[in-house]
């Protein structure tokens, strides 16, 4: 059996796809087929009906003129006695071909007309835009150019106050006694040490020693940073033997690139943005702020206690460790020190212990000989020696009261930074320039990130667009190996799907951190809008198509309405797939202008006129509604099928037309009756019709007719309104053209 299929093609403007699949619309905005249709429906420029049957031909001989179409880019068609499903396609050329007809050059496009057919399987992709954009899930090197980096925060560690620390063989405090060697900060030392808090009382330490002779018995000096130790130790007290606990400090932490704030948040890690630890002394290292537990970074310090001691300084809970020493820099050494005591006063002391012992042996001496019976020997050597002693003591005193003072030990260490109080780490807060800063985020907020994962693409989880990048993509579905290499090379080339009617609009929030959960059960809505997938418990807002003769909704397996007699209501979606349905009244067996009446006064774009938009397009479209408003009528009370719908006058009379409904009507002729559809044209001389309504009253020559889109006799926006012409006659609208519906 041979048949023609009515074929409806549809040219479209302003669609913002072309043939190069770098911006395509995504699941997420089309849910279904239906809100895909829906769509594309409501950019149509101009619809044909029962065109010959539509091939994937790469073009259509369409019925229309260059100028009317010319600026159309897209098109979709329908083979309604085929394939229900649309084809959607670019429009890659327009030419003229004859007198009313117009070549248009096309091109499938293999994703949106497959949107629905094909899986995407795992492969690796290259780029994509994440779910997860907390600072440090992402940190895949870039490899982009950076510029110049600036200072964006400082934060100093400054070690200003010290101890003046003897090492002494002798116990400083009691200024006697030798001691043992102790451990101090786990090192033994064989001296200990005693903390002095200024050079006064150091001083005067130096001062007893000497007038003690014990000068000599100090070996070392040197500075020891107050916060090394125990906040307990005291003036002229032996050192406390442990270090004190580290301290605690922050890292600078903006969360700005030079006063910029980032929305995509890998820019808040490294490369572009660090920290800089410095001693200030020639060494530095670098700290990436993502690798410490927390977002608040600390560092911590703590220093030895010995001479030429060092501190160090390193990150708190930074890349699992507790202490992490190994990423850490020091800054040493501790300034040594010279030291000068009463050169005088120490011979004094010290030479009264040396006559002492020299007397004593010359008295044991001249005894001894007393005894051996030589007493004047013995007295004549006990005075020559005290002489001796007396003499060398002033000779001595003399000489020593003239030598000047000597300075002990030597000086080395961090001198200069002490003297600024610069002695310490400095941390500063490094980051790429807000220009370069600016310029990078507007890349990531295109493209994404670079993921380099074996993995599905990431098509959905951001609210407005998603970039995916692949590798080899893999992609199966039913449709011919052609559409399939297209698709896959969409995601080789890089594609960027948008989750809405903005295209191109990079100003929009599409900031995400965590993916949304993928919905698990279908609804399905007969006569009426809502359909999707959907997690249980879901609130949906669900939409008859029209309000007119409405009854209820009613589910084919579980969940609940708020209202099932309720013609826009909300449904609670149950823990399976469902079909809801809105129930509408039996058509009634009346005249077309009899139903039309009720409408009068209807006016755009209120309520009533949305609804028959709706009950045609699919969705809510502004667009001429002469015919639809009429073919809504016609299937509401059950003459559909002479009164096909069609949005486009010439459409609707060239459908009727083919079931032989039509005629030509003169004056003097075949006359109309109440419940027939009128057509209107122009002016005498053309046969282009350009707007319709139904008969309500026949007089003659004269007919009153119904009509929706028409002008308003108030002066008022354009609405339902029944009007009188007469047949050939009337202005910018000739009634000439009739269709004929059979009642009976």
Not at 681 to 687: A, E, G, H, M, R
């Amino acid at each position: 059996m041979s048949y023609e299929p009515m074929t409806t093609v549809r040219l479209l403007k302003n669609v913002p796809l072309d043939n190069s699949y770098t911006n395509q619309f995504s699941r997420t905005f089309f849910p279904t087929r239906t809100e895909q249709t829906a769509y594309f429906i409501s950019k149509t420029a101009h619809t044909a009906a029962d065109l010959t049957y539509q091939r994937e031909q790469k073009y259509v001989d369409y019925p229309a003129e260059y100028d009317e179409i010319y600026e159309c880019n897209y098109l979709m068609y329908q083979n309604n006695a085929f394939n229900a499903n649309w084809f959607y396609a670019f429009i890659t050329r327009i030419e003229y071909f004859s007198e009313g007809l117009t070549r248009v050059y096309f091109e499938i496009d293999s994703w949106e007309t497959f949107l629905f057919d094909v899986e995407i399987h795992p492969c690796m992709v290259e780029r994509e835009h994440v779910n997860d954009d907390t600072a440090g899930a992402n940190l895949i090197d870039e490899g982009l150019a950076l510029g110049d980096f600036v200072v964006n925060a400082v934060t100093e560690r400054y070690f200003d106050t010290w101890w003046i620390v003897a090492g002494a063989t002798v116990d400083l405090q009691a200024g006697k006694g030798v001691v043992g060697g102790r451990f101090y900060g786990g090192t033994f030392s064989g001296v200990r040490y005693y903390c002095y808090s200024s050079a006064s009382s150091f001083n005067a330490m130096l001062d007893r020693l000497s007038t003690e002779g014990m000068l000599d018995n100090i070996v070392t000096v040197f500075m020891l940073p107050v916060e090394v130790v125990s906040p307990n130790q005291e003036d002229g007290e032996e050192l406390e033997r442990n270090p004190n606990s580290s301290s605690a400090w922050n890292i600078p932490n903006s969360q700005r690139l030079d006063g910029y704030v980032p929305r995509n948040k890998k820019l808040l890690t490294y490369p572009f943005r660090y920290v800089s630890l410095s001693n200030q002394s020639g060494s530095d290292c670098v700290l990436r702020y993502e690798f410490w537990a927390v977002a608040a970074g600390e560092l911590r310090t703590m220093g030895s206690i010995s001479p030429n001691g060092r501190i160090w300084c390193w990150p708190q809970s930074y890349k699992g460790l507790g202490a992490n020493l190994d990423e850490g820099i020091s800054i040493g050494n501790y300034p040594i020190c010279t030291w000068v005591g009463n050169t005088y006063a120490n011979w004094v002391a010290q030479q009264q212990v040396t006559n002492a012992m020299a007397l004593s042996g010359a008295t044991v001496k001249a005894a001894t000989q007393m005894a051996l019976g030589s007493p004047s020997t013995a007295l004549a050597g006990l005075a020559t020696s005290a002489g001796s002693i007396a003499l060398n003591n002033m000779l001595g005193g003399i000489e020593h009261s003239f030598t000047p003072a000597q300075a002990r030990g030597n000086t080395a260490g961090e001198n200069f930074l002490l003297a600024y109080n610069e002695y310490g780490f400095i941390a500063k807060e490094m980051t790429i320039t807000s220009d370069y800063a600016k310029s990078i985020d507007g890349y990531f907020d295109a493209f994404g990130y670079k993921v380099n994962k074996l993995k599905v693409p990431n098509t959905t989880g951001r609210p407005s667009w998603n970039y995916v990048k692949t590798v080899n993509a893999q992609v199966t579905g039913n449709c011919n190996t052609e559409h399939l290499v297209n698709i896959k090379n969409m995601f080789n080339r890089g594609v960027t799907l948008w989750h809405g009617d903005w295209v191109g609009d990079y100003t929009r929030n599409n900031s995400g951190s965590s993916p949304t959960p993928e919905p698990k059960y279908h609804l399905s809505v007969v006569n009426g809008y809502g359909s999707g997938y959907y997690n249980e418990g879901t609130a949906i807002a669900i939409n008859a198509q029209s309000a007119i003769n409405f009854i209820n909704w009613t589910t084919s397996a579980g969940g609940t309405f708020d209202d099932p007699n309720a013609v826009q209501t909300t449904f609670h979606m149950p823990a399976n797939d469902v079909t809801i349905t809105a129930n509408y009244q039996e058509p009634t067996e009346t005249r077309l202008d009899e139903y039309a009446r009720q409408f009068i006064g209807a006016v755009e774009w209120d309520d009533t006129v949305r609804l028959w938009q709706v009950w045609y397009y699919g969705s809510y479209v502004k667009d001429a509604w002469c015919t639809t408003f009429l073919t809504y009528c016609a299937h509401m009370i059950g003459k559909g099928n002479q009164v096909p719908k069609n949005a486009a006058v010439q459409s609707l009379y060239d459908a009727m037309n083919r079931l032989g409904r039509t005629w030509v009507a003169e004056v003097g002729g075949q006359l109309p009756k109440a419940g027939d559809v009128v057509f209107f044209i122009t002016s005498q001389s053309t046969t282009v019709l350009h707007h319709c309504g139904v008969v309500s009253a026949v007089s003659g020559n004269q007919i009153t007719y119904i009509s929706g889109n028409t002008g308003n006799p108030s002066g008022g926006a354009d609405g339902v309104f029944e009007k009188t012409t007469t047949i050939g006659q009337g202005g910018r609208n000739y009634a000439k053209y009739f269709g004929r519906v059979d009642y009976t």
